[in-house]
């Protein structure tokens, strides 16, 4: 019986001495979504070019900035690395050019917003003004009454606190298409002619208007649109390239799901288990970055990823915190690694595909999440250099490839922390119980009586 002691304990210590180890070694959690969304900004931030845009694009750099404000990032310090401009600044210059585009302007609306700012008197202009002179009130239509258009115009009125015309909703819903979907055209086409992108942004903008009545079709349209792999083509099958799934248009329909009240990781959105949100979430680059099939990291792509990985549909309130800045490390050459966007369907919409949410935030949690007009947040109109020096400082981790200040620290459901140790200390318990049990057995020999 000593015997038996004696080995049961030096067993004993040979399994959970291992345990007792590594338990004691640091874990390292699976990147949150907010972590992720950090990740990309902080790649948008290495790229963003010396006029202070993405791409020269009037729409990523919207995408950029109410990216940053969903993520809970200050827009007013996304400056260039020399501190010579800033996004804000290339949407307020470039704006001018896009006065008579409905869908850029409202688009800009948005940002402006998303960034506490008014866009009745941004840098000198008047962005609502501009958007209002676009409106055909015999036919409901902003500007070429396509979807982009309209859609757009609407987010942009309710984000900036002004009523959507009636006859704007029923102008949008017009051109849905008999199948559920809509394209970026300006008129219905037949079924199977419609794309995911159209029909992401015309949920998200019906729904800030208040109109679900054109949702379930569009629900319906986008489920016989989800690949095996859990994402979203722009088409399937598409007219335009191959049918692969692409970060543009996984984003854009988690956020219309999120609009719609729906989770993009229910088992309505599951296929095989996989989700949109899993197929995006294993497209990120090392960098942060995330490219279109086929390429490589660009920002025209990756712009519109981070609102979607917070699941913070067009709408809905956010909160940054003034001064805070993604971390990120200036390159040589921005231009070198921001290639042109890869995919550009014929004729091609008056903005890509795409749409992210433009959220109303708030400067500061406290501050009321809908009001009347939009209320200019603690940074001034104007971004200085001074508001990057007082970003918000933290602890800082590494995840996909650079070291940056996390958005949140809160795991989600959907990003288990690893379990190799639970697992280890279950099979370290079975051992033992196997080997006292065993040498009970063998030492009462309970079938001999």
Request: proline residues 10%; glycine residues 8%; aromatic residues 6%.
């Amino acid at each position: 019986m000593r015997r038996l002691a004696v080995a049961s304990a030096i067993l004993a210590t040979l399994l959970t001495t291992p345990l007792s180890l590594a338990a004691a070694l640091p874990t390292t959690a699976a990147p949150t979504d907010a972590t992720r969304a950090t990740a990309a900004l902080s790649f948008l931030r290495s790229v963003q070019l010396p006029d202070g845009s993405l791409a020269h694009s009037i729409g990523a750099t919207s995408d950029f900035v109410i990216g940053a404000a969903a993520a809970g990032y200050d827009p007013a310090t996304l400056v260039t690395c020399k501190h010579t401009a800033s996004a804000l600044g290339y949407i307020a210059i470039s704006s001018d050019a896009a006065a008579g585009d409905a869908a850029k302007t409202g688009k800009a609306i948005l940002a402006v917003v998303a960034a506490g700012l008014d866009p009745t008197g941004f840098e000198g202009r008047d962005l609502l003004a501009r958007l209002t002179s676009l409106y055909h009130s015999g036919t409901g239509a902003y500007h070429d009454g396509s979807t982009y258009s309209q859609s757009f115009a609407m987010l942009a009125l309710k984000a900036a606190g002004s009523p959507v015309p009636a006859e704007a909703v029923a102008e949008l819903k017009a051109l849905q298409d008999p199948d559920g979907s809509w394209s970026y055209g300006t008129a219905p086409v037949p079924a199977g002619q419609g794309d995911t992108n159209s029909t992401a942004i015309a949920v998200m903008a019906l729904d800030a208007a208040g109109d679900n009545s054109a949702e379930a079709a569009a629900l319906a349209y986008l489920r016989t649109q989800q690949l095996a792999d859990g994402g979203f083509p722009y088409q399937n099958p598409s007219s335009f390239s191959a049918t692969v799934s692409d970060p543009d248009s996984d984003a854009g329909v988690i956020e219309a799901l999120a609009s719609a009240g729906q989770d993009p990781e229910g088992t309505t959105w599951l296929q095989g288990g996989n989700s949109a949100l899993t197929h995006l979430r294993s497209g990120q680059a090392s960098n942060g970055g995330f490219a279109f099939p086929g390429g490589s990291p660009d920002a025209f792509t990756t712009s519109q990823v981070p609102a979607a990985l917070v699941r913070i549909p067009y709408g809905s309130p956010v909160h940054w915190t003034a001064g805070r800045t993604p971390e990120f490390q200036c390159i040589a050459d921005p231009a070198t690694v921001t290639p042109p966007p890869i995919y550009e369907p014929t004729p091609k919409p008056t903005v890509r595909p795409t749409a992210r949410p433009t959220v109303r935030p708030t400067a500061s949690p406290t501050e009321p999440a809908d009001t009347p007009e939009p209320t200019p947040a603690t940074p001034t109109a104007t971004p200085t250099e001074a508001l990057v020096a007082a970003a918000a400082t933290g602890p800082t981790e590494q995840v996909a490839g650079i070291t940056f200040t996390p958005a949140d620290s809160n795991p989600t459901p959907s990003d288990p922390a690893p379990s190799s140790v639970l697992l280890y200390g279950v099979v370290a318990a079975m051992g033992l119980v196997v080997v006292l049990g065993g040498g009970w057995l063998y030492i009462t020999r309970p079938w001999t009586r």
